[in-house]
């Protein structure tokens, strides 16, 4: 029973490209929450999507960040014209139902570097 | 004052030590508790998780939760080299989103 997914492990971007992350959550789940954690900081809510549906995407940059999930296929974390600041480690984790008391079950993360 | 405050350590204790590990919240509307365990360079792993105020055990580890206070905390017994890790305490309320808010999280080093 394989966990949480995430690719790539470790992206090397120069400032201005595009940075596609990708999380296939756990079989039977269907809700999927990134997070982002900074150097010397804990872990922020960005976004939480079920498929093909955004549900909170309070936590996300306002610009250059999207997500997605599709009815078929990985989650999608996009990021454009990446800059230095979005250098962190970003990861996803799913649970299989709505509601405060469904364990999220997180993937090893994608550790990006804007150079 | 930031919704959830953990001090981020380092914490280093001696091999069958006791550990306390420690978060204060501002936000009433938290019910949910939860002590996650990050290994360096790894994902999140859930160790514990209780419901509004009360105690919980499962193994070495035992969780408490003060709402009166806004206070939780994960007691560690008997300490081993392999707990070394860092502890992110994180929580979420009712109100109808599912995002957990997590501490800053805690280094703790077991020495043999």
């Known amino acids: 029973n394989a966990g949480v997914m995430q690719n790539p492990r470790h992206l090397v971007r120069r400032r201005g490209q595009e940075a596609r992350l990708r999380c296939s959550p756990m079989?039977?789940?269907?809700?999927v929450y990134w997070y982002r954690q900074l150097p010397e900081e804990g872990l922020k809510f960005m976004v939480y999507?079920?498929?093909?549906?955004?549900?909170?995407e309070s936590g996300m940059p306002k610009e250059r960040f999207s997500a997605e999930f599709p009815k078929e296929g990985p989650s999608i974390l996009r990021i454009q014209q990446v800059v230095r600041g979005d250098s962190a480690a970003y990861f996803c984790?799913?649970?299989?139902?709505?509601?405060?008391?469904?364990?999220?079950?997180f993937g090893p993360g994608t550790r990006l570097l804007v150079l | 004052q930031k919704e959830v405050e953990q001090d981020p350590g380092p914490l280093s204790v001696p091999e069958g030590a006791i550990v306390s590990l420690n978060c204060t919240y501002s936000?009433?509307?938290?019910?949910?508790f939860m002590w996650y365990r990050q290994y360096s360079r790894k994902g999140p792993e859930l160790l514990m998780y209780?419901?509004?105020?009360g105690n919980k055990e499962d193994g070495r580890f035992t969780a408490q939760v003060d709402k009166s206070s806004k206070y939780i905390s994960l007691f560690i017994r008997d300490s081993q080299p392999s707990d070394s890790a860092t502890y992110l305490c994180?929580?979420?309320?009712?109100?109808?989103?599912?995002?957990?808010?997590f501490g800053k999280g805690t280094k703790l080093t077991v020495n043999p």
């Open positions: 994180a929580m979420m309320g009712q109100g109808g989103s599912e995002k957990l808010v």
């Open positions: 936000n009433s509307a938290f019910q949910y």
């Open positions: 079989k039977g789940h269907s809700h």
């Open positions: 984790a799913s649970s299989p139902r709505a509601g405060f008391q469904e364990t999220q079950y």
């Open positions: 999507l079920q498929k093909e549906n955004i549900i909170d």
């Open positions: 209780t419901y509004s105020s």
